[in-house]
């Protein structure tokens, strides 16, 4: 099984500042399969990126997602008030399909 | 635009069977182009995933839970569903059901996966 470790759990930063979030695989897979999800309290989470770049309909280019091998980032360029919430990894590369344990952005 | 919808018991009793099921709606679930599957989140933690179905049938589960779960479609009704046996008090969960796409329009034109649609989520506790 591939173990997505994510970190750090938690981020408290402030409106406006840049928030990096990583996604880091315990065996490599292809930047394909990587996706990236936002989850607001009470909600469904939302597919943000997929193909550990490429963003989904309707997400804000603050949103940017790269790497490769066993090591993606998250970032948001600058933190809009909607944009606390849980951030969570997941891997299509090799079944079982995981997800990390997600990062939570707060606000500091 | 296409929706899901999960529905099911919100309360059952340990050692028996949990039954859920996803209605699609403002699509048909018969495409080759998607994987439909379920997700659960116990209180307070992250996602688990379960396991996924394709319209013609086939299936792809986690081995932590292959041996207690059943996914099945139904393309007459336009749904698709999940049985989790002999249920424990660690099955108290909020379960989505989503659907994968396989193709997903990345730069260069190449094809990627996503879960980009969800449904609200239900809530399962397992109690006597």
């Known amino acids: 099984e591939t173990v997505l470790t994510q970190s750090p759990g938690t981020l408290s930063l402030s409106p406006g500042e840049r928030a990096t979030l990583s996604c880091r695989a315990s065996e490599t897979f292809s930047s394909t399969f990587l996706a990236w999800y936002q989850q607001r309290p009470g909600q469904a989470p939302r597919l943000l990126i997929f193909g550990a770049s490429n963003r989904a309909t309707g997400i804000p280019d603050r949103f940017s997602g790269s790497g490769s091998g066993t090591d993606f980032t998250l970032t948001i360029s600058r933190l809009e008030p909607e944009d606390f919430a849980v951030y969570y990894c997941?891997?299509?590369?090799?079944?079982?399909?995981?997800f990390g344990q997600g990062t939570k952005v707060e606000i500091k | 635009q296409v929706l899901l919808q999960a529905s099911g018991p919100g309360l059952v009793k340990p050692s028996e069977t949990l039954s859920l099921t996803c209605s699609v709606s403002g699509g048909s679930i018969s495409s080759s182009s998607y994987y439909w599957g379920w997700i659960r989140q116990p209180p307070g933690k992250g996602l688990e995933w379960i396991g996924s179905i394709y319209y013609r049938g086939s299936t792809n589960y986690n081995p932590s839970l292959k041996s207690r779960v059943t996914i099945s479609v139904d393309t007459s009704k336009n749904q698709f569903s999940l049985k989790v046996n002999s249920v424990t008090a660690a099955d108290t969960a909020v379960y989505h059901c989503a659907r994968l796409n396989t193709m997903l329009r990345g730069v260069g034109g190449y094809f990627f996966y996503g879960m980009d649609v969800w449904g609200q989520g239900t809530t399962v506790t397992v109690s006597s």
């Open positions: 997941q891997q299509y590369g090799s079944s079982p399909w995981t």
